[in-house]
């Protein structure tokens, strides 16, 4: 199995910044693909980015140029640049061998105030 513990959620004004960390721990070969995914009160999960171990990453359309993801071997990093109220969600930090879908963290609250 693997875990994934996340850390740097919290609450920001309009257009600051924050940064998610996650790392992995148990069997790593399970997963080659890590990514964040984010629910907002009524909605569905959904993707927010992913990485590969080679690098290759992908981000929503709604995040593009705002969100950096990066990857240091088992720990996965998403930079949060001009936050919008529209990004409050929970966040989840996921794994899984081509898309980061079977493994998941608890989830970390990120709050976007006007």
């Known amino acids: 199995q693997v875990q994934l513990v996340e850390s740097g959620g919290g609450s920001v004004r309009t257009g600051g910044s924050l940064r998610l960390s996650c790392a992995a721990s148990?069997?790593?070969?399970?997963?080659?693909?890590m990514g964040w995914y984010r629910q907002a009160p009524g909605k569905q999960r959904g993707l927010v980015a992913s990485i590969t171990q080679g690098g290759t990453t992908e981000y929503a359309d709604s995040v593009k140029g705002r969100f950096t993801i990066s990857r240091d071997k088992n720990t996965v990093y998403l930079q949060m640049n001009s936050l919008k109220p529209e990004d409050t969600a929970v966040y989840y930090c996921?794994?899984?061998?081509?898309?980061?879908?079977?493994?998941w963290g608890p989830g970390n609250q990120v709050t976007v105030s006007s």
């Open positions: 148990g069997n790593i070969f399970l997963f080659n693909a």
């Open positions: 996921s794994a899984g061998l081509v898309r980061p879908e079977k493994f």
